[in-house]
């Protein structure tokens, strides 16, 4: 089955500095991925997104790097703000599963001002 | 445009007990779903739909019914609720042309 799972449940930093969160997945067909910001007591909310034709994407303060190679993805937040502070989520994709998606546990975000 | 909208927003049921959980959008979207969140675990899929009349099941469909008779809305169905059912109940749907998941506000169930 399907393992998308990240490295740590829980990150705490400074505002101001940058963040990395870090996702892996085993399934070597998965060719998109998202990332999801989820507010206390609120849905998911999409990020940015990358497909498997791709090593880097941006977005407004956010990057997502993938490495194909050993099935591994981040995303980096620049000058990280109070209102960052959430649970992250990767989520995976591909052909072979039917379209159908799957998450990661989620990480923690705190940031300190 | 509200996009996805979920009802109600809390609900304690006994065990043995029947309830639907709506979803709705507003968006025109094809694909539709039905996620559970649980503590220290990813969103679960339990079921969902490619489009009006269409279903399938996800991941961790037993125990759990769904219908979509309107392209806007998507019905989850409890038959006989149970406590491992507790959980926060998440909607999402997607235009045909995108993979990104759009979510509704979730659902939080307990079953005693």
């Keep these: ?113 | 445009n509200a996009g996805v909208t979920q009802t109600p927003k809390f609900r304690v049921l006994k065990t043995g007990q029947s309830m639907t959980l709506l979803c709705a959008q507003d968006m025109n979207h094809e694909y539709m779903y039905w996620y559970r969140q649980d503590p220290g675990m990813g969103l679960r899929l339990i079921h969902y739909s490619v489009g009006e009349g269409t279903t399938a099941k996800g991941e961790v469909p037993d125990g759990y019914n769904v219908s979509r008779l309107k392209k806007q809305n998507f019905l989850l169905g409890l038959e006989s609720a149970a406590p491992s059912q507790t959980s926060v109940y998440f909607c999402a749907s997607r235009p045909i042309s995108t993979d990104t998941q759009y979510f509704g506000p979730g659902t939080r169930l307990t079953v005693l």
Excluded at chain 1, 22 to 46: H, L, V
Excluded at chain 1, 80 to 107: H, K
Aim: glycine letters at 8%; hydrophobic letters at 35%; charged letters at 15%.
């Design chain 1, 1 to 113: 089955g399907e393992s998308v799972g990240l490295h740590l449940p829980t990150l705490s930093v400074q505002e101001g500095d940058n963040s990395i969160i870090n996702c892996a997945y085993s399934n070597s067909a998965s060719d998109y991925f998202i990332w999801y910001k989820q507010e206390s007591g609120k849905g998911p909310q999409f990020i940015i997104d990358i497909r498997s034709n791709m090593d880097k994407r941006q977005g407004q303060r956010v990057t997502v790097l993938l490495n194909k190679t050993v099935k591994h993805l981040s995303l980096q937040i620049a000058a990280t703000q109070p209102g960052d502070s959430a649970v992250y989520f990767c989520a995976e994709t591909s052909l072979n599963t039917g379209n159908q998606f799957y998450f990661g546990t989620g990480t923690s975000l705190t940031v300190i001002p």
